[in-house]
């Protein structure tokens, strides 16, 4: 899975899976998001991944990066903690994110339609993870993409003295 992708305002991305070359760029990629926004864990100052925790990483989920040149501008990535559990292995989680400077120019929709791509290959009926409620594009866009909020974490998060509450987030297909 790799291609170009065309963002709304005409720049050039690549979309291809993370590999373990990758692990300066997302290192610096991750430092940037931490500064730039509260709505993912990154935080500024949190230590880098050590290169083995990021190779570990890459073996247990999917994952997709765009690049801009050699630069990381996001990426999408799911976590499949049961594959061969009978009961559980059609759910996973996931994540997405990219910086502020790509927000708008129709990405993040284009790496959900990736996951879900995925998804269905593996026949995988449930993807969920956790949103900040404060976070409008992000609930925008899950809401877009059929989520629904499932429940609320309450006082999920204590960031430079607020609390914030995150939502569960849920999309089933058939
Ligand atoms: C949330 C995020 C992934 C959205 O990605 P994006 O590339 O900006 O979104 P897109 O351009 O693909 O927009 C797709 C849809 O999302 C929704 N959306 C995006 N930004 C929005 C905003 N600021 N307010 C409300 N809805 C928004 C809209 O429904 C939009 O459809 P539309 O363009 O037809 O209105 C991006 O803003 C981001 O990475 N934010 C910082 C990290 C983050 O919050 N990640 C999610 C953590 S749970």
Redesign the pocket.
């Known amino acids: 899975m790799a291609g170009k992708f065309t963002l709304k305002d005409g720049r050039q991305l690549i979309l291809r899976p993370t590999e373990k070359k990758d692990y300066e760029a997302v290192q610096d990629y991750f430092e940037q998001l931490g500064r730039e926004?509260i709505?993912?864990y990154q935080y500024p100052g949190r230590p880098r991944q050590t290169r083995e925790h990021f190779e570990k990483s890459l073996g247990t989920s999917w994952g997709i990066i765009a690049l801009d040149g050699e630069k990381v501008a996001?990426l999408v990535a799911t976590r499949w903690p049961h594959p061969n559990h009978p009961w559980m292995k059609h759910e996973c989680e996931f994540?997405?994110?990219?910086l502020k400077d790509?927000?708008?120019?129709?990405?993040?929709?284009?790496?959900l339609n990736l996951m879900f791509d995925w998804a269905k290959e593996n026949k995988i009926s449930r993807i969920e993870?956790?949103?900040?409620a404060e976070?409008?594009?992000?609930i925008?866009?899950y809401i877009?993409n059929g989520f629904i909020l499932e429940g609320t974490r309450r006082r999920a998060t204590f960031i430079n003295n607020k609390w914030y509450d995150e939502y569960y987030i849920g999309r089933i297909t058939e």
């Open positions: 926004t709505f993912t996001g994540c997405v994110h990219m790509y927000y708008r120019q129709g990405l993040g929709q284009k790496f993870g956790t949103v900040n976070n409008k594009a992000g925008g866009l877009k």
